[in-house]
């Protein structure tokens, strides 16, 4: 089973940047599925259910989202509806959507369990991602691949959730930082790792937004409104090949136009 993870998916222009390569690239790389980050498809914070019904049109299986899923409120009934679309497990029960999904991709592959799950360092206090992960991976179908999207700030909460689901998940990649790590590794010959997958957006950004913007808001302290960033976009992400219950590779994967 191969598989590709995006990273955060910046703005239109990240968006355009998936529409016009996503399909062509499914093919070249012989992907079995794609999952993508979506949190900040929508001018670059948020996630609109047009914009989500758009990327789950063009080429992306499954939508994991994390901390600013909640910002265009017609997101909620999607969540609800759309079994493609996941938002982090550990929110309060009472909130909208769900936070792991299990696809059939067809073609005699084992099933794919895709768990979606936000940290608590430097954000907020949800519940548990720890806790929450241990019991979604047991609610796995028996011989599933399982892919776990951890939204978090902090490396150590990603590294450390990662150590606690080793030799019992396919993979643990990290989302939210939106810089690419050089960390991808396997361990226990069964978990593909990496700390961050980069995201998919404007290139020379801070993390998506105008750098003259976010230089302005460091030096003098104020708020400022975010823009996003013009110029040449990338995708990021990891590539994964999955057999027999073990993640063979794991690379860290981008890709420009030109
Ligand atoms: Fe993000
Ligand atoms: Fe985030």
Redo the contacts with the bound molecule.
Sequence with gaps: MRLLFLG?I?GNSGRQMVRDHLPRLRRELGLNAVLA?G??ASGGMGLSAKSAQELLRCGVDVLTT???VWKFPDIRPLLQSEHRLLRPANYPASAPGRGMGIYDLGEGLPPLAVINLQGRTFMEALDCPFAAAEKLAAQAPQGAVIVVDM?AEATSEKRALAHMLRGRVQAVVG????VQTNDATILDSVTGYISDLG?CGPEDSC?GMDNDIILRRFRSGLPQRFELAKGPCMLSGALMEMDQGRCREITAWQYRAS
């Excluded at 989302?175 to 939106?178: A, D």
């Design positions: 955060d910046v980050n949190e900040n994390g901390n600013h939204h989302t939210h930082t939106h995201m993390l």
